[in-house]
């Protein structure tokens, strides 16, 4: 939406990075866990803790 509709190329990165921050630091819902994180006892995250770790990451990118 952001990049295609509003053409707002450099916050739709914004929440692109911060949504691969989230996963690279493990951060999973339900349906993103597969059987590798099953096997290592991951435990899935609430949808609530996933969206405030993305927003966390387009803060983050703000303020640098």
Avoid: K, Y
Wanted: hydrophobic share 50%; aromatic share 0%.
């Amino acid at each position: 939406l952001l990049r295609h509709a509003l053409g707002l190329e450099r916050e739709a990165s914004a929440v692109d990075a911060a949504i691969g921050e989230a996963l690279a630091g493990g951060a999973r819902t339900a349906d993103l866990i597969g059987p590798a994180d099953r096997a290592r006892g991951a435990q899935p995250s609430t949808c609530s803790a996933m969206a405030r770790a993305i927003v966390e990451g387009v803060t983050a990118a703000r303020t640098v």
